[in-house]
């Protein structure tokens, strides 16, 4: 099941398989004891900051954390996910929790457009999965970004987290500061220990 695992999480397998798999574990709940909560979480003291009165999308929202646990600040909040069985969680969990102007949208991160333009684009350990090869993760994790940066409204603002915990997580979140700040106008940069991630904040250079 690993060797399965890992071949998704490098997009190696079909898009209908990876959804499979991924329904598989969220409706089996192999997610929930690692993950169901995390109220203490520092990515919610960057949205605090930068998704007040605006609108967000939550790319790989998963079952539903991010809106049930954030502060509700924003204006709408749009969760998508390969995963239609963690978007049901999800809802369910939104509703249980009174959020409002909410919706969950299934979708795949390398193809998904949103209907109109958000101010925020949220990934929240998602961006681990973006590229199939290692030896050209710069290169696609560059395309992928600037990508959804053209899909920004003006003004807007790419907030992401990454575990940093291990040697290849802690190169993989290097990579992505470093392409930022070489991509993108660089807003805030965090590196936290308890839990070892990268916090950062960036928006479109608009003089490229």
Known sequence: ????????????????????????????????SRSLHTPNDPIYAFLEKYCVDRDVVDIGSGHGNTITEMSPVYRSYTGVDISDAALRIAAQRAASSAREQVRFVQGFMHSYVPDSKPDV????????????????????????????????????????????????????????????????????????????????????????
């Open 121 to 208: 684009f949220l990934f929240r350990e998602s961006l681990q999965y973006v590229s199939r090869n290692r030896k050209q993760a710069r290169k696609e994790l560059c395309t992928f970004l600037s990508r959804y940066a053209d899909m920004l409204r003006a003004n807007g603002v790419i907030i992401a987290r990454l575990c940093a915990d291990g040697s290849d997580a802690q190169r993989y979140a290097k990579t992505l500061e470093m392409i930022v700040r070489e991509h993108f106008v660089l807003r805030e940069c965090r590196w936290t220990q308890d839990p070892s991630a990268l916090l950062i904040a960036f928006c479109p250079d608009v003089t490229r």
């Open 1 to 32: 099941m690993e060797i399965i695992r890992g071949l998704v999480h490098r997009r190696l397998l079909p898009r209908f398989a990876q959804q499979y798999i991924w329904n598989r574990e969220y409706a089996t709940g192999q997610w929930d």
